[in-house]
């Protein structure tokens, strides 16, 4: 009954290489979000869709492209990874509703790239 | 775009007393200010938010104010256990219904409460 999930948790690869983060909710959201989190623990916006609509790209690299099958799916792909690419990064959601602004957050996917 | 500056980036109390962590944000069309709590390892989670209509807020040992003025809202933690340790975020959106809403998160504290 988890309501964000992420796969993997865990993602161990080489530069250069290319991997895929994916992200299902099931409360009926139809706002999701990626936020990344550095390792000093900065959670930065990057991108945002609404019922499959990209709505903000926080000028993060070309390398990096969400895509929104349906309106509870949010996964990213990340080509040519780099070094600065090792973070966590997190799949949120919420309902676009003035009296919910809040963010439910999956449990985190941990990219490390060597 | 929103900005928001969170002071102190750690912060350790003894057990009993009380924590308070302060944000300040930048754009004044921000009226929804929630504080989220990172334990270890883990999702960050909301605790309390707080709305631009309403000055302060309370639930339990945790409190939270803003001063929509000054642009500062500030999250205060009495009798502090040692299960209040964690990275605690404050965070700022302007929340109208609209598609573009973000929240825009504060650097973290890290909270550590000594037995």
């Known amino acids: 009954d988890t309501a964000v999930s992420q796969t993997p948790k865990y993602l161990v690869t080489q530069m250069g290489n290319d991997k895929s983060i994916k992200c299902e909710q099931n409360?009926?959201?139809?706002?999701m979000y990626w936020y990344k989190q550095d390792s000093k623990k900065f959670l930065k916006i990057m991108f945002s869709?609404?019922?499959?609509?990209?709505?903000i790209n926080e000028t993060v690299p070309n390398r990096f492209s969400p895509k929104s099958p349906d309106k509870a799916h949010l996964n990213l792909h990340i080509n040519s990874l780099e070094l600065g690419d090792s973070a966590v990064y997190f799949c949120?959601?919420?309902?676009?509703?003035?009296?919910?602004?809040?963010?439910?957050f999956g449990e985190g996917s941990r990219l490390t790239v060597l | 775009g929103e900005n928001v500056e969170q002071h102190p980036s750690t912060l350790s109390v003894q057990e009993g007393d009380s924590a308070v962590i302060k944000c300040t944000y930048s754009?004044?069309?921000?009226?929804?200010f929630p504080w989220y709590k990172q334990e270890l390892g883990k999702r960050p989670q909301l605790i309390i938010d707080?709305?631009?209509?309403?000055g302060e807020k309370k639930d339990q040992r945790i409190a939270v104010t803003l001063n929509k003025t000054a642009k500062h809202f500030s999250l205060h933690i009495t009798e502090t256990q040692p299960e209040d340790s964690a990275v605690y975020f404050c965070a700022a959106s302007k929340v109208d219904g609209g598609a573009t809403n973000k929240l825009i998160f504060g650097t973290g504290t890290l909270l550590a409460v000594q037995p």
């Open positions: 949120a959601s919420r309902h676009r509703d003035f009296n919910t602004g809040e963010l439910f």
């Open positions: 409360l009926g959201h139809d706002t």
């Open positions: 754009d004044s069309a921000s009226n929804y």
């Open positions: 707080i709305r631009s209509n309403v």
């Open positions: 869709y609404n019922n499959k609509e990209l709505i």
